[in-house]
């Protein structure tokens, strides 16, 4: 059965800190995709970052970067030089390769980030 | 700006009211989806329309009743809800959903509703 686990459920640190998302997920297939969003106060759901099973490059956008793992069945998330504005919920999400109307993205619980001034 | 529109914002609605949500796209995307979120979870998917036709439905109370009238438009009609119905409801959409591969759903503001 696919699972997404993110273990860390609150997280604050102080501005200019490097903070660290794990995210661990489990499934059977050898196709399937990663997603992380951000969701701040106002609700939104933002789409930060999309990536499928067979690329395992690592990604770098400003102050995000994402590694994905999967030796350990990891895909963190590290947010660099923290900011105020980074504050809010972070969800993980995986969804399988397959084709058809059934496919659908499993969550994890999310980790909720606070960034001190 | 997130380019899925949703309004109204906030809903307050008694048990006996008649509402609806409305989702506007303008993406050009195919798949089209209401999903429910309660305080401090990750979202609950309810509905998934593809090609304007209703794909997937999440065994949700009839009391929510999805519509697709284009493309561009998704509507979720509510009748004799529960105050425990109250959520945050969020529209996505995505290119489609028949492809192998798991297309980006991208997400409106939500309606923030509370059932009195």
């Known amino acids: 059965a696919q699972k997404v686990t993110q273990a860390q459920t609150e997280i604050s640190v102080v501005e200019k800190e490097d903070v660290t998302l794990d995210c661990v997920y489990e499934?059977?297939?050898?196709?399937?995709?990663l997603f992380w969003y951000k969701q701040p106060p106002s609700g939104e759901l933002v789409f930060l970052i999309r990536?499928?099973?067979?690329d395992e490059q690592n990604e770098i956008s400003g102050r995000y970067s994402w590694n994905f793992q999967k030796s350990t069945s990891s895909f963190n998330f590290t947010i660099t030089a923290s900011q105020v504005v980074d504050s809010a919920v972070y969800f993980c999400?995986?969804?399988?390769?397959?084709?058809?109307?059934?496919?659908?993205?499993?969550w994890g619980l999310g980790t909720s980030l606070a960034v001190n001034p | 700006d997130t380019e899925v529109t949703q309004t109204p914002k906030h809903l307050v609605m008694g048990m006996t009211n008649k509402k609806s949500l409305k989702c506007e796209q303008h993406?050009?995307?195919?798949?089209m989806y209401w999903y429910k979120q309660k305080a401090k979870k990750p979202p609950e998917l309810m509905f998934v329309?593809?090609?304007?036709?209703?794909?997937i439905n999440e065994s949700v109370p009839s009391r929510f009743s999805p519509e697709c009238p284009n493309s561009s438009l998704l509507n979720l009609h509510l009748h004799a809800l529960q105050p425990e119905d109250s959520a945050l409801y969020l529209c996505?959409?995505?290119?489609?959903?028949?492809?192998?591969?798991?297309?980006?759903?991208?997400f409106g503001p939500g309606t923030r509703l509370l059932v009195l």
């Open positions: 996505a959409s995505s290119q489609n959903i028949d492809r192998g591969y798991q297309e980006t759903q991208y």
């Open positions: 993406m050009g995307h195919r798949a």
């Open positions: 329309y593809s090609y304007e036709k209703l794909s």
């Open positions: 499934t059977r297939d050898t196709t399937y995709y």
């Open positions: 990536r499928n099973s067979f």
């Open positions: 999400a995986l969804s399988e390769g397959k084709a058809g109307n059934n496919r659908k993205l499993i």
